[in-house]
C-alpha cells in the first residue's frame, strides 16, 4: 500500500516548472549530456533571434510560439507549444503563465509535466491545467475535458497509473488529495491491484491514506468494497467500514464471501479481523468432495 500511493510524489515535479528569470541554480543533478544539449538549444535560439532575451529555469531554456513580458504586473506569458526541458524536468502546453508577483505558474492546454528522476524512475502528469505557487507549495492539476488528470510513476518493479478528475497537492506539507471517479492501477510482475473511490487523500509522510465513498480494492484474487478505507503505515493498522464492508475472493482452499460492520488488519493484511453482525460463506472443493457429504 506504501509504494501504491507514492506515484503522488509526481506533483513535486511542478516546483521546478516555474520561469521566472533569475541565476541558475545548482543543477548538479543533471547530466553533462542533458547540460550539452541545453547549450545546443540556446545557442541555436539565440543564432535566430540574437536580439531576443530567452528565460532561463533549472538550467534549462523555456520556448513558445509568442512570449509576452508584462512589466507592470511581473507577469511572462507564453503562448503556443510551450516546451521546457533540461533533461530532468519536462514541460509542455498549449500556454502558460508565469506571475512573479503572486509567485504562481499557470498553464492550460494538453499539460505535461515528468521528472526522471533516475534512468529507471520517472513520474508523469497529465491535465487539461494546472496551477502551482511555488512559494507556499500549493497547486492542482484540473480536468474540463472527458479525459481524466492522469498521474503515472515508473520504475523497474511497478508502474502505478492514478486518474481522477482534480488532483490537489502541497508539496510542503505533501499532502494529496484526487477527487472524481479516482481509479489507481498498480501492475507488477506478480499482478495487477486496482484501487478507486469517490477521493483519495494521502498525507505521504504519515504514510496514511484515507479512501472515501464507494471504496474498491481488488488484487485480481481478493476484492474489498466499503464507504471508507483507511491505512495507516505508522501505526500499522487498516480498516474499512461503512454500507457493511464486503470481501470476497478466493484462496488455493476455496472461495469465499464475508460481509460484516467493519474489517481491520494489519499494514500487511497478515491478521485479519472482522466485527459486528459477520456473515458469509466458504465453499472449499475438498469439503464438498469429502466422503462425509454422503451422510447428509
Not at 38 to 52: C, F, I, M
Not at 148 to 174: C, G, H, S
Not at 239 to 267: C, K, M, W, Y
Given at each position: 500500500?506504501?509504494?501504491?500511493?507514492?506515484?503522488?510524489?509526481?506533483?513535486?515535479?511542478?516546483?521546478?516548472?516555474?520561469?521566472?528569470?533569475?541565476?541558475?541554480?545548482?543543477?548538479?543533478?543533471?547530466?553533462?549530456?542533458?547540460?550539452?544539449?541545453?547549450?545546443?538549444?540556446?545557442?541555436?535560439?539565440?543564432?535566430?533571434?540574437?536580439?531576443?532575451?530567452?528565460?532561463?529555469?533549472?538550467?534549462?531554456?523555456?520556448?513558445?510560439?509568442?512570449?509576452?513580458?508584462?512589466?507592470?504586473?511581473?507577469?511572462?506569458?507564453?503562448?503556443?507549444?510551450?516546451?521546457?526541458?533540461?533533461?530532468?524536468?519536462?514541460?509542455?502546453?498549449?500556454?502558460?503563465?508565469?506571475?512573479?508577483?503572486?509567485?504562481?505558474?499557470?498553464?492550460?492546454?494538453?499539460?505535461?509535466?515528468?521528472?526522471?528522476?533516475?534512468?529507471?524512475?520517472?513520474?508523469?502528469?497529465?491535465?487539461?491545467?494546472?496551477?502551482?505557487?511555488?512559494?507556499?507549495?500549493?497547486?492542482?492539476?484540473?480536468?474540463?475535458?472527458?479525459?481524466?488528470?492522469?498521474?503515472?510513476?515508473?520504475?523497474p518493479a511497478?508502474?502505478?497509473?492514478?486518474?481522477?478528475?482534480?488532483?490537489?497537492?502541497?508539496?510542503?506539507?505533501?499532502?494529496?488529495?484526487?477527487?472524481?471517479?479516482?481509479?489507481?492501477?498498480?501492475?507488477?510482475?506478480?499482478?495487477?491491484?486496482?484501487?478507486?473511490?469517490?477521493?483519495?487523500?494521502?498525507?505521504?509522510?504519515?504514510?496514511?491514506?484515507?479512501?472515501?465513498?464507494?471504496?474498491?480494492?481488488?488484487?485480481?484474487?481478493?476484492?474489498?468494497?466499503?464507504?471508507?478505507?483507511?491505512?495507516?503505515?505508522?501505526?500499522?493498522?487498516?480498516?474499512?467500514?461503512?454500507?457493511?464492508?464486503?470481501?470476497?475472493?478466493?484462496?488455493?482452499?476455496?472461495?469465499?464471501?464475508?460481509?460484516?460492520?467493519?474489517?481491520?488488519s494489519d499494514?500487511?493484511?497478515?491478521?485479519?479481523?472482522l466485527n459486528?453482525?459477520?456473515?458469509?460463506?466458504?465453499?472449499?472443493?475438498?469439503?464438498?468432495?469429502?466422503?462425509?457429504?454422503?451422510?447428509?
Amino acid at each position: 500500500m506504501k509504494k501504491l500511493f507514492l506515484v503522488i510524489a509526481a506533483f513535486n515535479i511542478l516546483a521546478g516548472c516555474y520561469t521566472v528569470r533569475k541565476e541558475l541554480p545548482d543543477t548538479k543533478a543533471v547530466s553533462q549530456t542533458a547540460q550539452r544539449t541545453w547549450q545546443t538549444k540556446k545557442e541555436n535560439l539565440k543564432a535566430k533571434h540574437p536580439h531576443q532575451e530567452f528565460p532561463e529555469s533549472l538550467g534549462g531554456l523555456l520556448q513558445s510560439d509568442e512570449w509576452t513580458i508584462y512589466k507592470d504586473k511581473e507577469q511572462e506569458e507564453f503562448t503556443g507549444h510551450v516546451f521546457y526541458d533540461n533533461g530532468v524536468y519536462t514541460f509542455k502546453a498549449g500556454y502558460a503563465l508565469s506571475d512573479r508577483k503572486n509567485k504562481t505558474i499557470t498553464a492550460r492546454g494538453n499539460v505535461f509535466v515528468k521528472q526522471q528522476q533516475t534512468p529507471d524512475i520517472s513520474y508523469e502528469a497529465y491535465a487539461d491545467q494546472g496551477k502551482y505557487n511555488y512559494q507556499t507549495g500549493k497547486g492542482k492539476f484540473q480536468s474540463v475535458s472527458k479525459n481524466p488528470v492522469k498521474l503515472i510513476w515508473t520504475e523497474p518493479a511497478q508502474t502505478v497509473t492514478a486518474t481522477a478528475r482534480q488532483a490537489d497537492f502541497n508539496t510542503t506539507t505533501r499532502v494529496f488529495t484526487l477527487t472524481g471517479n479516482v481509479f489507481v492501477t498498480r501492475t507488477t510482475p506478480e499482478g495487477t491491484q486496482t484501487m478507486q473511490a469517490d477521493k483519495i487523500t494521502l498525507r505521504q509522510d504519515e504514510e496514511y491514506v484515507h479512501l472515501d465513498g464507494h471504496a474498491v480494492l481488488s488484487d485480481g484474487l481478493r476484492t474489498l468494497q466499503a464507504s471508507n478505507v483507511v491505512y495507516n503505515g505508522t501505526q500499522d493498522e487498516a480498516h474499512a467500514n461503512g454500507d457493511r464492508p464486503l470481501v470476497t475472493g478466493s484462496t488455493e482452499q476455496g472461495t469465499f464471501a464475508v460481509i460484516a460492520d467493519e474489517v481491520s488488519s494489519d499494514a500487511q493484511g497478515n491478521v485479519v479481523q472482522l466485527n459486528g453482525r459477520v456473515q458469509g460463506w466458504f465453499v472449499s472443493p475438498e469439503l464438498n468432495q469429502h466422503k462425509l457429504n454422503s451422510q447428509f
